[in-house]
């Protein structure tokens, strides 16, 4: 069966979630779908309420609590009931029960607004004045020829070991398998997978490299611009979609925490650089934008979710676990630009 595509918005915002036994803790919405959202939850609520959340199983309710301003500027409240779909290390995922339309509206608005510019004016790309300008001056140039460079260098090789590795993987999850049925998803995964080679070793590259050419304009685009209707529209969001949707934002948030100083100390450094604001959603070597330009290259296969299971992990184990090294690299160029 063909994965489908499912609308996905980019999105980080704070939140309450509490579930029966549990009182109401902190957590963040990640990018969500119109099947759900997952809630990252911060290692200290992590830690007091571990044994609680341990015993979290699915079809569990919750209640999601979050604000949001109307188009009069009028904070609204809203209270989102939903049950549990997976619970992970970094926090929950989580499918809606019934939501309020107004409410999915509201999360979409968020995700579409673009955070505030310090700079004034704007290239035909998008990219904005200051950054642009910045990006035109010779010292500009040479820093981001040099972070370039070493995106090149350190991130780009990993595809190639990532698709190497995959094929390995999978060949040994068939021969573990059950039954000749399991054991033929396995197969016909490689066999799909094959086809997304180019895209996978050179088409994702690009991508990543043409967002850090348009630094301060770059920005994870939306999966879908239709404005939310009705509920009815939760149809199109099949289980294996919202699977593949969680799957990508518990990498991005098992990332983001892992390498969190290093990303906070690397956001701010683009931030002066370009003198336009990064963050995690205009970050192009960030872990949700790799992340994301990864499942857009996934659509469409007709890989069977044991199998994707499979390819998610390889791929957080060969590319999204080098994303330090990484990070590293580019705050020593850009501390040394000044």
Not at 253 to 270: D, G, I, P
């Amino acid at each position: 069966m063909e994965r489908r595509a499912y609308p996905r918005y980019p999105l980080q915002l704070d939140a309450l979630f509490s579930v029966i036994g549990i009182a109401p803790q902190p957590c963040s919405i990640r990018d969500f779908c119109l099947g759900g959202v997952f809630l990252a939850v911060p290692p200290e609520t992590r830690q007091a309420v571990s044994d609680e959340l341990g015993q979290l199983e699915r079809e569990t309710p919750l209640i999601i609590e979050f604000s949001a301003s109307n188009e009069q500027g009028e904070l609204q409240r809203f209270r989102v009931p939903a049950k549990v779909a997976r619970a992970t290390g970094t926090g929950v995922g989580v499918s809606f029960m019934n939501p309020d339309p107004a409410a999915l509206t509201a999360l979409r608005q968020l995700a579409m607004r673009r955070p505030a510019e310090t700079s004034v004016g704007a290239e035909a790309d998008g990219t904005p004045g200051a950054a642009a300008a910045m990006l035109r001056t010779g010292k500009g140039r040479e820093v981001l020829e040099s972070c370039t460079k070493l995106v090149s260098d350190k991130l780009v090789p990993t595809f190639k070991s990532f698709f190497q590795h995959m094929g390995a993987r999978l060949v040994t999850a068939a021969g573990e398998s059950e039954s000749n049925v399991e054991q033929g998803h396995f197969f016909d995964a490689i066999t799909e997978l094959n086809s997304r080679k180019k895209p996978i070793e050179q088409d994702l590259p690009a991508t990543i490299l043409d967002g850090l050419k348009h630094l301060g304009g770059f920005r994870i685009r939306e999966k879908q611009e239709k404005p939310v209707q009705d509920t009815s529209e939760l149809s199109l969001v099949d289980k294996e979609a919202f699977e593949d949707f969680l799957a990508i934002a518990e990498m991005v948030s098992r990332a983001e925490e892992r390498w969190k100083s290093q990303l906070t100390e690397l956001e701010n450094r683009l931030s002066n650089f370009v003198k336009t604001r990064i963050d995690a959603s205009s970050n192009p070597i960030g872990p949700a934008a790799v992340c994301h330009a990864f499942g857009d290259v996934m659509e469409g296969l007709a890989v069977e979710p044991t199998a994707m299971r499979v390819v998610y992990r390889c791929f957080d184990d060969e590319v999204v676990e080098t994303f330090g090294e990484l990070y590293q690299g580019l705050n020593a160029i850009l501390d040394e630009a000044g």
